[in-house]
């Protein structure tokens, strides 16, 4: 293509049509730190580390969510299929989770979220470094009450974890689900799974489903 007077076009800056390339946007600043907003390590920070697709639930959603689950989880199971930075995880084990699982891929993150772990001496965490999908498919069925699920934005794997994600849940239990667009009974009645909650913050949606179709409902609501 020729060059005009204002400016040559090269072909880094044009697509496959010769169509002008779209600016990147640029990447949201993340914090370097959040904090426990409840239970016994209330305001405890948690370090946010610089990685692709790392994009830690803000405070303000988290504490929608816990008020939507009530604000002790005294005796339940957890899972958190994509840790990150252990924000859900960490917060359901500061409101008496027995139990919560951490799953992340990334050996980096996995090793901060152990470290984490030891500082707070919580004892009732486990940190697995796995790919999360795969985790759940050979995990035992109807093991968890409450299942949390907040992969890569970039990656769109929010049907096929809710797909892996309902059958570990045990009847009457939850899957909290954070993605790009709202979901639907389209998208869940196939999985066994109702709209209890549904909120919006920015680009981000977040879900409380229930695994039971017989358990009481609570009317589903935008925040």
């Not at 293509?1 to 990447?27: E, H, I, L, Q």
Request: hydrophobic share 45%; with cysteine.
């Amino acid at each position: 293509m020729r060059a005009s007077k204002k400016g040559a076009t090269t072909a880094a800056n044009v697509d496959g049509a010769g169509r002008p390339r779209k600016a990147a946007a640029p990447r949201a600043s993340l914090p370097r730190e959040v904090r426990v907003i409840g239970g016994v390590w209330k305001r405890s920070k948690l370090p946010v580390a610089d990685a692709p697709g790392l994009r830690p639930t803000p405070d303000r959603v988290r504490e929608t969510l816990f008020n939507w689950l009530g604000q002790s989880l005294d005796g339940w199971r957890c899972l958190d299929a994509y840790a990150g930075s252990g924000a859900l995880g960490f917060e359901a084990a500061s409101r008496g989770a027995a139990e919560v699982t951490m799953i992340e891929r990334d050996s980096r993150l996995a090793r901060g979220l152990r470290e984490v772990q030891a500082r707070l001496k919580a004892e009732q965490v486990r940190v697995e470094a796995a790919d999360a999908l795969a985790w759940m498919a050979r995990s035992a069925p109807g093991r968890f009450e409450l299942v949390f699920i907040d992969p890569p934005f970039d990656a769109d794997a929010f049907l096929p974890a809710l797909k892996a994600a309902a059958p570990l849940v045990v009847d009457g239990g939850f899957v909290y689900l954070e993605a790009d667009r709202a979901f639907g009974d389209a998208d869940l009645a196939p999985l066994g799974l109702v709209l209890q909650r549904h909120g919006r913050a920015g680009a981000v949606h977040f879900h409380l489903l229930r695994r039971s179709y017989t358990a009481p409902q609570m009317p589903a609501e935008a925040v």
